[in-house]
Nanobody
Framework: QVQLLESGGGLVQPGGSLRLSCAAS????????MSWYRQAPGKERELVAR????????NYADSVKGRFTISRDNAKKTVYLQMNSLKPDDTAVYYC??????????????WGQGTQVTVSS
């Protein structure tokens, strides 16, 4: 059974920090590109950050660049999102995504259930 279980969300004041975790099981984690997406009320889901499985290359949305850091631990089958200098606009449900980056009929992309991050004073 494939699972992506997010944790680490919560309420934080502006300027504060949180670290999100996504624990994966049921697939070959190390070969998958892992991403964090987020969705705020009334808005479309947007890509926040991603990290490749092969080379560990990262990229970020412009809105979080310099504040957020994505990392992965293949031994623990976990991807992290360190969020610093949080802003109210960062408030959203954050989702973990796993993509094999294989364009075939067997390609399956997995999503977690999400974890709520609220940035408010």
């Amino acid at each position: 059974q494939v699972q992506l279980l997010e944790s680490g969300g919560g309420l934080v004041q502006p300027g504060g920090s949180l670290r999100l975790s996504c624990a994966a099981s049921g697939f070959t984690f190390s070969t998958y590109r892992m991403s964090w997406y987020r969705q705020a009320p009334g808005k479309e889901r947007e890509l926040v950050a991603r990290i490749t499985g092969v080379g560990g290359n990262t990229n970020y949305a412009d809105s979080v660049k310099g504040r957020f850091t994505i990392s992965r631990d293949n031994a623990k089958k976990t991807v992290y999102l360190q969020m610093n200098s949080l802003k109210p606009d960062d408030t959203a449900v954050y989702y973990c995504n796993a993509d094999p980056i294989v364009y075939s009929s067997s390609r399956i992309v997995y999503w977690g259930q999400g974890t709520q991050v609220t940035v408010s004073s």
